[in-house]
């Protein structure tokens, strides 16, 4: 999945909890969860989301490197590339 | 006959316009089956039957706005024999309804089974189907500004009646945090609890030594809840606030709680609660959570006499064995009604939350 396509399922995972949001509006180098008003409620469905749309389940631990939209990029490439960061990736991973 | 009544829906909604019946004359009820859809200032909710019956008539008609008290449908008890001398039950296919009326109703949904007509002898005209359409689908007028309107009403009355007095105390949260943060390593995302579970949990358990805390102040008398429902403060997108009922939290394992809450947040936040969640809060709880402030001292939302408030977890300089460490930590807080506990007592309610917090394993 390239990266624009990754943002795009990002963004309407993030659209699902919060409908208000406008991609044109989201400015990927600032804080998530300062530009979208995300509760620790809202965050795990989001994590959930993720986790359904793409079965990369985040460890708490690594909540904090999500801090922007680019961050979750990166990190959500890293991760369907390489697999867990300290599990040997599944046989069936590409 | 039973009077099924316009259930309460929380103390700043006293009336609800129907949306939708869920039942039909000649329908069995159970106790605890949706029979309507009632729109509030805050929500569409669910009203659930409190009896079981068999149901002998509805009352009122879709779009109608009625007070809560106000009998909306008549009910036989179970084995009470229908009554011929009530009136006959209404039914599509014994009234009269012009051809075109009846092909609009197909159309947009509308069940004639619930609608009078303003026709010649009860006909139902086409005009009455639109009007029924119409009543169905509207949005609220204006939610936002009804939903405001509810809140002032009922936190104003607070301030008015009840005699608030405050208090507070930080609680370290270094045990429940690490207990947590295992916890969740090991399980699935979509079993993650959040810390938010926890602080319910210990002030429902803390409830159980401190019952003058979790109850209703009605007809100038204390009546302590017998078990607690406790209010969850969720603040909605759109703006504005509701607190419905998470029930029996003492009771449940912490995995239960937090699939309800998930739940509750949702539907909260779709607009779709239950009377028994929106009537019957025994202590409202109100979170800030990560991105809160420090402390939030809460108006007491009446009949209630209590308010617990947790404000944003953080870090803050502890001391500890003479030393200073940083120690994850929450301020709680408590809002009572003088009239029903004294402040000593409220403090010793706050110090067993403190200490349940200390024992997450136990929770």
Redesign the interface.
Known sequence: MDRASLRTLVIDSLRKI???VEESALRDDRPL?DEI?????DW??F??GL?ERLQV?????DYRQLVSLNAVLDYLAARMHDGPPSAPPPDSEP | MIEFKLPSLGADMDEGKLLEWKIHPGDTVKRGDIVAIVDTAKAAVDVESWVDGTVQQLLIDIGDKVPVGTPIALLRAPGEAADSAAPPAKSAERRRISPAARKRAGELGVDLVSLSGSGPEGAITLQDVEAKAAATTAPAADRGAEMRRAIAAAMSRSKREIPHYYLADTIPLRAALAWLERRNAELPVTERLLPAVLLLKAVALATRRYPEINGHWLDGTFRAAPAAHLGVAISLRQGGLIAPALHNVAAKPLAVLMRELADLVQRARAGSLRSSEMADPTLTVTNLGEQGSESVFGVIYPPQVALVGFGKVMERPWVEQGQCVAMPSVTTSLSGDHRASDGHRGALFLAEIRQLLQQPDAL
């Open positions: 919060a409908p208000e969860r008003d995300l509760d620790s409620m795990l469905n994590i959930i986790h389940d985040i460890p708490e631990a």
